[in-house]
């Protein structure tokens, strides 16, 4: 079972729109597969990332920056599952 967190970034306005991606860590939670049903508490301290930035959306409707957190889970017939969701960040003053 892999975790991963992905920085995406969009820049730009109609046709001139550029995508950027950047796997920002990754991490293997466990290896081999997990038992049926099984929970899989997971702590991830995020303090120790200095390229993470805070969520941006469409600021000028020009930029965006979001972040996902990439699942993806192996089972024992070495079929691949993958989960992606959307996160938000935000700095704390």
């Known amino acids: 079972m892999e975790l991963a967190i992905i ?16 796997t920002v860590t990754k991490f293997e939670i466990m290896d ?7 929970s899989i508490p997971i702590r991830l ?5 200095d390229q993470l930035t805070p969520t941006m959306r469409n600021v000028n409707n020009k ?3 979001k972040y996902f957190i990439n699942l993806v889970l192996i089972d024992e ?3 691949r599952y993958f989960k992606q ?3 938000t960040l935000w700095r704390k003053l």
Request: glycine fraction near 10%; hydrophobic fraction near 35%; aromatic fraction near 10%.
């Open 7 to 22: 920085k995406r970034e969009t820049s730009g306005a109609g046709s001139a729109t550029f995508n950027e991606a950047e």
């Open 32 to 38: 081999g597969a997990p038992v049926r049903a099984e």
């Open 45 to 49: 301290f995020l303090s120790g990332f």
């Open 63 to 65: 930029f965006s920056v």
């Open 77 to 79: 017939e070495d079929r």
């Open 85 to 87: 969701q959307e996160i």
